[in-house]
């Protein structure tokens, strides 16, 4: 049994957070499916600008949609709903046989309207229904304005991916919004077994404080930021207020770890896989991660349900001066940022085959 199949096994879903029309067609990721236990696929604004402009495998569809397109961002949709209903379509049967806790693939909708309340709303509920998919979710940033428009979409019965997640109390306020939309979902007599997952990123923390804390504090706080929120994770599963909830039917929002590929050249390549080993959690990993995981991975013991030693750790960090709020809320922003760019990126690679292929 490989590490992937050990790690399954163990209870975590391993995800590929990565998608590409050539990967759908020369049947890559049915061999990861097969072979190396993933369960699910996430994609992101860079993930597909690299898919667009890394060949010629769009081609036939920009030359076919872009003129009738209104916008460029019209255009990516086009081309992401296509490739993600395929990749939803591979994973249906894991969708069908787990009942709907797995087989998922996640869409984002755009950046730039993070802080944009209604038009979340409005544009996650639009890509939902054009998808067509039970097993897609829509990705909505976990901010102050995300956390309304995941619970209005919650309520509507769109399944959510909340992204942009660094801290405890980011999943607590996400995991909130989804109740309340659940809650909501119970008082109108619907069904309230909708799906979600809330996505804590993990690597981005040691990247932030690399080069600003003592040796061994290196790479050593992402993982304690995980820990402690695993444990509010499984303290929220036992809790009065998720019992009558899940009483009535309704369906656990997995925590997911995100960002989980090995930023500094020093440390191993599958640090956050080994360290982040969960039941009923979902780690999406980079495909050179899922690659080198299977290959030289060790399954660990899981996190322990009380956070283990992460409040020690954190408060080895306050004493190294490092402020765990305030660089949550900075992360945050950073991302948002970090999204904006890339979705700008993608904007103009999209636009400028466009044009190439209209030149032809």
């Given amino acids: 049994m490989n590490p992937t199949e050990q790690l399954h096994d163990l209870g975590q879903s391993l995800w590929l957070d990565n998608i590409t029309r050539t990967m759908l067609d020369d049947g890559s990721l049915s061999h990861y ?8 696929l996430t994609s992101n604004p860079t993930i597909f600008d690299k898919a667009i402009s890394g060949g010629d495998a769009y081609d036939e569809q920009v030359a076919a949609a872009g003129p009738g397109a209104d916008s460029t961002e019209e255009l990516f949709f086009e081309l992401a709903l296509s490739d993600l209903r395929e990749a939803a379509d591979v994973f249906a049967p894991v969708h069908e046989r787990t009942d709907g806790v797995d087989g998922w693939v996640s869409l984002e909708v755009s950046p730039l309207l993070a802080d ?54 980011h999943y607590l306020g996400a995991a909130d919004a989804f109740m309340k939309g659940v809650e909501r979902r119970i008082k109108a007599g619907l069904d309230p077994a909708v799906g979600s997952v809330a996505s804590i990123f993990v690597s981005r ?16 706080l992402g993982i304690a930021i995980a820990m402690r929120t695993y444990q509010a994770y499984r303290e929220l599963l036992d809790s009065e207020r ?27 390549d599958v640090l956050y896989i080994e360290a982040l080993a969960a039941p009923f959690t979902v780690n999406t990993m980079p495909e050179a991660t899922l690659k080198d995981f299977a ?10 349900e009380d956070g283990g030693d992460a409040e020690q750790v954190l408060a080895e960090f306050g004493a ?23 979705w700008a990126d993608l904007m103009k690679s999209i636009e400028a085959e466009r044009e ?5």
């Fill in 242 to 268: 998720w019992q009558r909830l899940a009483n009535e039917g309704a369906r656990p929002q997995r925590l997911l770890w995100a960002s989980t590929g090995t930023k500094d050249p020093e440390a191993s």
């Fill in 116 to 169: 944009d309340t209604d038009a979340t709303i409005e544009q996650a509920t639009k890509l939902h229904g054009e998808a067509d998919r039970q097993n897609l979710f829509i990705k909505i940033p976990g901010t102050g304005a995300g956390r309304v428009a995941i619970e209005e979409a919650v309520f509507a019965g769109v399944p959510v991916n909340v992204t942009l997640l660094f801290s405890r109390a």
């Fill in 295 to 304: 290959d030289h991975g060790t399954v660990r013991e899981p996190l322990p």
């Fill in 320 to 342: 190294a001066g490092i402020d765990c709020e305030a660089l949550a809320a900075q992360l945050q922003e950073e991302g948002k940022q970090s999204f904006d760019d890339s």
């Fill in 33 to 40: 499916i097969d072979e190396l236990t993933v369960t699910g």
């Fill in 356 to 360: 190439r292929l209209a030149a032809r």
């Fill in 205 to 220: 923390w040691d990247k932030a404080v690399m080069d600003t804390v003592p040796d061994e504090l290196r790479d050593r």
